[in-house]
C-alpha cells in the first residue's frame, strides 16, 4: 500500500516570489511519482512526473521538483510565481512494479497556493 | 482528439434517486480509470478498465455502484440509490497502454450533488 502526505493545506505567497509545495510518500516498492494541477471546477492536469533517471525533474509553467529517496520526498518549486499559479496541487504516486498495479494513482490531500499581488 | 469527456458536467438529484455518468475516453487509450474526490480531499481511485475487462474495484466501489465499458469504448458510472455522502465530483481517466507512467488524461468530471 502507499500514501501521499501533503505537508501544507494552503501556501499564500506574493506574485514572483519562489515557493515550494511540500510531498512526501510511503511505499514497499519502487515508484513513479506525479504533480497535477487542478484549477476550479476543472479536472487535473499534469505538471511533471518523475519515472527513473535525473532526480530533477522539469515541467510545464515553470515547475520543477526534485526526488529524493532518502527522504522519500518529492517537492514541487517554483523559482518565481504568477497570479494565474494560484489553483490547487496534488502530489500522487503510482506503483512501478508491473503485475496488478494497473496504475492507478495515490493522492495527496492537496496544496492550495494562492498568489496574492 | 478532443480529449477525455464527460457527461453531465454537473448533477443534481434527489437523495434515493438513481443516476448514470459518462466518460468518452482518448480513442486509442485502453485503459480508463474513475476517481471520486469529496471536497478538500485528493481523488481516490474507485475502479479501472482494460478495454471491456473491469480488472480492478475499490472497496469504497459499495454495491449500489457498478460500471461498465461495452465494448472498450466509453465507461458508464451507475450509483443506485444516491446518499448524500455521495456527493462529490467523479473523475474519469484514460492512458494508453502502460498506465500512470505514460500519463493520464483526466476529465473535467462530473459533480454530483444529492440533495
Known amino acids: 500500500a502507499q500514501s501521499v502526505t501533503q505537508l501544507d493545506s494552503q501556501v499564500p505567497v506574493f506574485e514572483e516570489a519562489p515557493v515550494e509545495l511540500r510531498c512526501n510518500y510511503s511505499s514497499s516498492v519502487s515508484v513513479y511519482l506525479f504533480w497535477y494541477v487542478q484549477y476550479p471546477n476543472q479536472g487535473l492536469q499534469l505538471l511533471l512526473k518523475y519515472l527513473s533517471g535525473s532526480t530533477l525533474v522539469k515541467g510545464i509553467n515553470g515547475f520543477e521538483a526534485e526526488f529524493n529517496k532518502s527522504q522519500t520526498s518529492f517537492h514541487l518549486r517554483k523559482p518565481s510565481v504568477h497570479i494565474s499559479d494560484t489553483a490547487e496541487y496534488f502530489c500522487a504516486v503510482s506503483d512501478n512494479a508491473g503485475g496488478t498495479s494497473y496504475g492507478k494513482l495515490t493522492f495527496g490531500q492537496g496544496t492550495i497556493l494562492t498568489v496574492h499581488p | 482528439d478532443t480529449g477525455v469527456s464527460q457527461d453531465p458536467r454537473h448533477k443534481i438529484t434527489k437523495r434515493g434517486q438513481n443516476v448514470t455518468f459518462r466518460c468518452d475516453p482518448i480513442?486509442?487509450?485502453?485503459?480508463l480509470y474513475w476517481y471520486r474526490q469529496t471536497l478538500g480531499q485528493g481523488p481516490e481511485f474507485l475502479t479501472y478498465f482494460q478495454n471491456e475487462a473491469q480488472l480492478e474495484k475499490s472497496r469504497l466501489l459499495s454495491d449500489r455502484f457498478s460500471a461498465e465499458r461495452p465494448k472498450g469504448s466509453f465507461s458508464t458510472l451507475e450509483i443506485q440509490r444516491t446518499e448524500q455522502g455521495d456527493s462529490a465530483m467523479y473523475l474519469c481517466?484514460?492512458?494508453?497502454?502502460?498506465?500512470?507512467?505514460?500519463?493520464?488524461?483526466f476529465g473535467s468530471g462530473t459533480r454530483l450533488t444529492v440533495v
Open positions: 480513442s486509442e487509450h485502453n485503459r
Open positions: 481517466a484514460s492512458s494508453s497502454v502502460g498506465g500512470a507512467g505514460y500519463g493520464y488524461t
